[in-house]
């Protein structure tokens, strides 16, 4: 019989519970799950606005720069048992097949091409939940009714939010499994190039076999250099979906419910799904009377990178840099525009505007493209789906910081199974993916230890 391996997984979000959950439900693993905040109470609200302004909810912010004219912006990111599943709008999207046959193809990540993965999709133990008519909400109706193709979203839903918490329910059935919230780690200890556990922000050390960095794609890479791994590639290859949001004054306040109940995928210059409008029925105002279009941008080129200055993290996205992002950009947003002045978009409201000062989204429309790059320049945003900072690939390719398994290079016994190992984004809301990841690189790791 084999002998316990102690796992230590670095980082409660949807990678680190996904990772410490199918590990714990492995006899031959005794794993110690440790999270830098508390655990998130999250069960049963459908509003991730009101899971925001709950006192249970932890969250940071960062200060990044989302384009390389702008200085900073706030990057907001759960931290807490459950991480982003805890607290997001709970829509599931695997993203379409070239992704992944992409990341095989030209990133050499052979065994993640779509048949690969949609295999890895369909086991995972999620039931989705379709909104039904009475819970679609205003906007979410609208949007159905006014774009061909249109269609509700699949939610992480089954009478409670269902987090990334679901695979610790199951471990804590089956496995062994210590779960530390408040649990700060300063670094992991290596020696002569194998890990040998992890130090905490106390001066705790806990000894391992085996470390699994899911700190996600902001914090993991700084895990990795407070360590001593001087891999020229970390922190490069940074991704998020750039986003915008158009506005609504609604007739009437939103019902209770789930936010965001219907979406569709756009395609732009012949790429299928490069873009996504979503209904947001509303943005979290006291009222609840201003309902959203969310903008973005899902077939992404552009890259940034994070690095540190001393003690300072600076991350640099680097958002719209390329070219044909921009021209995608600007016609998601025109098509966008045309969207909001149809019968059903219309009127729910008293028109559709574009920024703080209710400009109308119409103007959009007189905009030459420098001014139309302008304009999005100053309102753009983000969906918090940062990835890309440790991607994946052979030990000969130099812009891979681990394996295809998602061992780190050059250090045994090391790992990562967050967002970070994507080597580009996906076309899809990230938390589905970074599920599938997660449990993905946990069974590499259980396979790793067979004799």
Partial sequence: ???????????????????AGVLAMNKNYSVI?????????????????GVLKSQDASVTRRSVSLTQTTSTDDYLQARGLG????????????GHEDDYNNWSQEFGCTEWSWSHVSRAFDALPLNLYEPN????????KALLQAIPGAQRCALAWNNGRQSAR?????????????VRTGAVVARVRIKDGKTTGVELSDGTVIVADDVVLCSGALATPHVLWASGCQHSAI?????????????????????QGFVVTSHVSIALDGVPDAGQMMAYNHLGDPTRTLGGLGVALTHVWSRGHISVNGANMQVQFNMLSDSRDRHAMRE????????????????????????????????????????????VSSHLGHQSHAVGTCRMGSAQDPNAVVSPHGQVHGVSSLWVADASVFPRIPRANTNLPVTMVAARIANFISESARP
């Fill in 1 to 19: 019989m084999a002998a316990v391996r102690t796992v230590v997984v670095v980082g409660g979000g949807t990678a680190g519970c996904t990772v």
């Fill in 33 to 49: 799950l440790l999270e830098a905040g508390p655990t998130i109470n999250d069960d049963h609200e459908r509003d991730f606005f």
């Fill in 83 to 94: 991480g982003g599943s805890a607290i997001n709008a709970m829509v599931s999207v695997r």
């Fill in 133 to 140: 008519e009475d819970e679609l909400g205003v906007v979410g």
């Fill in 166 to 178: 679901i695979f610790l329910d199951l471990a804590q059935q089956l496995g062994a499994l210590d």
């Fill in 235 to 255: 922190g490069r290859g940074l991704q998020d979906h750039p986003a915008v949001m158009f506005s609504t004054t609604l007739d009437k306040p939103a019902a």
């Fill in 332 to 375: 998601l947003v025109r098509l966008a525009v045309t969207h909001t002045s149809t019968h059903a978009m219309s009127a729910i409201g008293a028109g559709w505007t574009c920024d703080e000062n209710a400009r109308p989204c119409s103007e959009l429309l007189d905009l030459s493209d420098d001014e139309l790059d302008t304009w």
